[in-house]
């Protein structure tokens, strides 16, 4: 097996954002494929760690992003461990594992989760400029890429003449590998535990709530779509939120009493979630890289509705009609397609996307092909 060192920034284990799901499930998959060791955090709960070796040296401060000492430790367990190959989780450590690849010789992969300058502005970052120059010069200066989108990656060959050789797909994966069977007792069940009439229809937002994509998407849905909603008559649903940081002053959405908006808060159940809805909203106007909760929702059976940027890294063609894309903004269309789509009856997800988005063939390929 390769022996292969990888350093995750910040905390994964367990994890509650999307971004730290990327990561840990990434790692898992890969420990399989790879002699693997990991440094991190000391605020991992590092027993959830099952198949690698880990290493808690990074300190809990934003202090860990220029910590130097870390030059001359990193290349000691290098050394030491005879590692053949380093991932980096995103490009700000840049400066050290270049730092390391020239002491060391060692093959350096960065692995990005989105084009990480064109997030912070399209959040209103001012110094994304500065994030601009420092992450395609990294990219420039790396022996290879892992890019989650393909749209990712052809930006970097087509506008930073990045060689499309050192460039690697490496989409977010799904832990499954065949349409779940058992969608219709996890409705039942959710229906149950949150009182709602099993003929009722479930819709479903999750995410990470203090992220302002995530927020921005939430009131989306609670200011502009659910008033479409209600305003059809007959059509019977309940929306059901659920995710961690909910900013205090949102109250647990108890103002939406009686308007057919349940909050669920944080669960740890969330795949019974995804089976038991039936339509699952995605309505992201901003933020990079692929919506790995919608990648989850379609594998687990329920039918996404997204905007235009929420759906952006997917690949469409093999999604069926799993996944409906409305234009960015058009929320009186995103009602329309949930009344539409509530009528029909369900569709299966392909055979295709669990053989593209499996994380253990994605994880072989890789460890194979390109680590």
Known sequence: ?????????YAYLPFFSGGQKFIAQFLHHLGKE???????????????????????????????YY????????????KKGRFE?????HPYYAWLAFRIRKRTGIRTIIHTHNIEYQRFKSTGRWWWPLLKWYEQRCFKKADGIFFITPEDRDFAISQWQIPESKCFDLPFGVDINRYPNDRAQCKAAI???????????????????????NLDALSAILSKINPLLLAQPGFGYKMLICG????????????????????????????AYYKAADIFLNPVQSGGGVKTKMMEAIAYGATVISSQ???????????????????????????????????????????????????????????????
């Not at 190959?85 to 989780?89: H, L």
């Not at 535990?193 to 709530?209: A, W, Y």
């Not at 909910?246 to 795949?271: H, S």
Request: hydrophobic residues 40%; proline residues 4%; glycine residues 6%.
């Open 67 to 78: 910590d130097f000492s870390l030059v001359k430790k990193i290349t000691a367990i290098v």
């Open 244 to 271: 961690k940081g909910l900013p205090e002053e949102m109250n647990e959405l108890r103002v939406y009493t009686g308007k057919n908006i349940i909050f669920a808060g944080f669960v740890k159940d969330i795949d």
């Open 34 to 64: 790879t002699d693997l060791t990991v440094i991190s955090v000391a605020e991992n709960d590092y027993s959830l760690a099952k198949h690698y070796r880990t290493i808690p040296l990074l300190k809990k401060t934003f202090a860990r």
């Open 191 to 213: 229906c149950r535990r949150h009182n709602i009439p099993e003929h009722e229809k479930i819709l479903l937002f999750t995410g990470l709530l203090n992220y302002k994509p």
């Open 85 to 89: 190959t380093i991932i980096w989780e």
């Open 1 to 9: 097996m390769k022996k292969v060192l990888v350093i995750a920034p």
């Open 309 to 371: 940027t929420g759906a952006a890294g997917v690949d469409r063609s093999i999604c069926g009609n799993k996944l409906l894309v409305l234009n960015d903004n058009d929320w009186r269309g995103f009602a329309a397609k949930i009344i539409e789509t509530s009528r029909k009856e369900e569709q299966v997800t392909p055979l295709a996307y669990y053989q593209k988005y499996n994380w253990e063939s994605i994880t072989r390929k890789a460890a194979t092909g390109f680590i």
